[in-house]
């Protein structure tokens, strides 16, 4: 089954506003990424997030994990045009060999 | 300090023909993966190695698709007997150690196998 769900599947916000997205998975984690997909192009990492760790912060991005509800929540305050992409959580799942699991992403459509 | 490598980064190939992916990891990186997504899906991991070792093999498909990372030269993703299924993107990652100690991946740029 799906490591991890993002939700919404699609944003649309005007510039300037604030931008959500959440994602769920499903079991144990070691550590929750996310990650930028601009159309056509490869991935770029965001930011991190370990087990132990409930917030972190990086520029206009704010992450958030909680791991009794096995969610975590992206945050980009005064959203740009230029942030307009996917958006992917991943998660490193205890006990495995390295590989991130997925979710199938949501896309951000931010318009002036 | 260039990135993960890829290439092609466009390949169209005929059914019935091999596809080869090469990547090419971040300078002094031994850990390798790739990942496949088909169009409007998230990615999903198919292979991990490290020079001369396949480590995790559990997303690649029975038949058909092979990947190497040998001592010397990039690490290639073979796909014999292409079939339209095969469309996708295809995604090589590269870490210094484990990405499950906590270590992050870095992508590279894609390589689009079109299967006609």
């Known amino acids: 089954s799906q490591q991890g769900e993002e939700d919404p599947q699609a944003l649309s916000i005007q510039e300037g506003e604030n931008a959500t997205m959440n994602c769920s998975y499903k079991?144990?984690?070691?550590?929750l990424q996310w990650y930028r997909q601009n159309s056509g192009r490869g991935l770029v990492h965001l930011i991190l997030?370990?087990?132990?760790?409930r917030e972190k912060h990086s520029g206009r991005l704010r992450v958030t994990l909680d791991t009794s509800k096995k969610s975590s929540s992206l945050l980009i305050t005064a959203s740009r045009a230029a942030d307009t992409a996917s958006y992917f959580c991943?998660?490193?799942?205890?006990?495995?060999?390295?590989?991130?699991?997925f979710g199938t992403g949501t896309r951000l459509q931010v318009t002036l | 300090n260039a990135g993960v490598m890829q290439n092609p980064r466009h390949l169209v190939r005929r059914r019935g023909q091999e596809a080869r992916l090469r990547c090419s990891p971040m300078?002094?990186?031994?850990?390798v993966y790739w990942y496949r997504q088909l169009p409007e899906e998230g990615l999903k991991f198919m292979v991990y190695?490290?020079?001369?070792?396949?480590?995790?093999e559990s997303g690649m498909p029975k038949e058909r698709f092979s990947a190497e990372f040998p001592k010397e030269g990039p690490s290639i993703l073979r796909i014999q007997q292409v079939v339209r299924g095969d469309s996708a993107a295809y995604f090589c990652?590269?870490?210094?150690?484990?990405?499950?100690?906590?270590?992050?991946?870095?992508f590279g740029e894609g390589s689009w196998l079109t299967v006609v």
């Open positions: 079991t144990s984690i070691n550590n």
């Open positions: 990652a590269s870490s210094p150690s484990g990405s499950n100690a906590g270590n992050t991946i870095y």
């Open positions: 991943a998660t490193g799942l205890t006990g495995t060999a390295s590989k991130l699991t």
């Open positions: 300078k002094g990186h031994s850990h």
């Open positions: 190695l490290q020079k001369e070792n396949i480590i995790d």
């Open positions: 997030i370990r087990s132990n760790e």
